[in-house]
Nanobody, 123 residues
Framework: QVQLVESGGGLVQAGGSLRLSCAAS????????MGWFRQAPGKEREFVAG????????YYADSVKGRFTISRDNAKNTVTLQMNRLKSEDTAVYYC????????????????WGQGTQVTVSS
């Protein structure tokens, strides 16, 4: 089992940047694929970015490709989402998640979720 704690959310102007971090407990971090999801008011939770267990493979939603970067540090049990050129439509609660499976883009495959961190982008 793994516990996930997000940090780094906040209020930023459009065009700005934020860096989200997720700290994972436990000694088996490298057995999990990791992902970031987001949920805006009135909308379903959606995939944002995913990263394989080793960090060698990354995946992005089309809406964030070229602006967001996901990375992980397996020595520190952390995964990070660097968000640049933020837009008002990026406003949402962002969730870190872990999966024992290989399909890091599929929400249904994730086993563990953090509590979420609010990101608000003002236009």
């Amino acid at each position: 089992q793994v516990q996930l704690v997000e940090s780094g959310g906040g209020l930023v102007q459009a065009g700005g940047s934020l860096r989200l971090s997720c700290a994972a407990s436990g000694r088996t971090f490298t057995t999990y694929g990791m992902g970031w999801f987001r949920q805006a008011p009135g909308k379903e939770r959606e995939f944002v970015a995913g990263i394989s267990r080793s960090g060698a493979n990354t995946y992005y939603a089309d809406s964030v490709k070229g602006r967001f970067t996901i990375s992980r540090d397996n020595a520190k049990n952390t995964v990070t989402l660097q968000m640049n050129r933020l837009k008002s439509e990026d406003t949402a609660v962002y969730y870190c998640a872990a999966t024992v499976g290989l399909a890091v883009t599929r929400k249904s495959q994730y086993n563990y979720w953090g509590q979420g961190t609010q990101v608000t982008v003002s236009s």
